[in-house]
């Protein structure tokens, strides 16, 4: 029998989701280098330390532009309801493999994700405005400058740490890298993990 599909990103969408992607791994490599010596040998990833520290805020600003888009394009899709506090709630049951909730495009943690991660971009591109030399960081008093990469370092942390979560999630439900390669999920995919989601899409009851 023939696998039916339901559209789930268009190709523009995919594009620019790898767009943020690349950049993400970029700077977290060039960016973990900068903060421990121990990981210094990754600014080779641009090269020269010299280049990797000179190229690394551009590619942040890329990144940042490109995860607007997304922005844009996604959060009215990531306002949290009731449904999804249900699936907050039994956070426990779904690691177990089961849902919970009667779930829409995206479910309860996508949302938390998405929201930490719009933060995350904030935090990083004002933090990084003010920490950037040879460029801004001479507008700003010192002490700033200071409280700015601190700021910087820990929105850093938090969205590395968030992002494992996200690309761990990704690849351990079945079938949901295809929406983001291919544009397209099965209907048994959504029926399972997005319900409502497949309901709005299909036009079935159930
Ligand atoms: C590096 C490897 C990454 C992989 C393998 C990956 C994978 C995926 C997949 C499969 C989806 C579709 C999920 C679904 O539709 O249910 C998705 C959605 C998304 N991803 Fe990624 N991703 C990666 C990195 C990133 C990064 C670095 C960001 C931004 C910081 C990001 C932001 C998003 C956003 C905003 C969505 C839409 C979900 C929403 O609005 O809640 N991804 N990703």
């Not at 700033?144 to 494992?164: D, F, K, P, T």
Request: proline share 4%; with cysteine; net charge positive.
């Amino acid at each position: 029998m023939k696998e039916q599909l339901i559209q789930r990103y268009s190709a523009p969408e995919r594009i620019n989701h790898w767009i943020v992607a690349v950049c993400f791994i970029l700077l977290a490599i060039s960016g973990l280098a900068f903060f421990y010596p121990a990981f210094f040998w990754l600014t080779g990833v641009f090269g020269t330390p010299q280049l990797a520290r000179i190229i690394h805020p551009f590619v942040g600003v890329v990144m940042f532009l490109a995860f607007l888009r997304q922005f844009f394009r996604y959060y009215h899709h990531n306002f949290i309801d009731a449904e999804d506090v249900k699936w907050m709630k039994a956070v426990g049951t779904v690691m177990k493999g089961g849902e919970v909730g009667d779930t829409g495009r995206y479910n309860g943690g996508q949302k938390g994700m998405f929201w930490l991660m719009s933060g995350c971009m904030a935090l990083l591109l004002l933090s990084g405005i003010v920490a950037w030399r040879p460029y801004f960081a001479a507008s700003f008093p010192i002490p700033l400058i200071r409280v700015a990469l601190l700021v910087h370092a820990s929105s850093a942390l938090a969205l590395i740490a968030g992002i494992i979560v996200h690309v761990y999630a990704a690849l351990w439900v079945k079938g949901t890298i295809r929406a983001m390669v291919e544009g397209v999920v099965t209907h048994a995919w959504a029926r399972k993990h997005h319900p409502r989601w497949y309901r709005e899409m299909t036009g079935n009851k159930r």
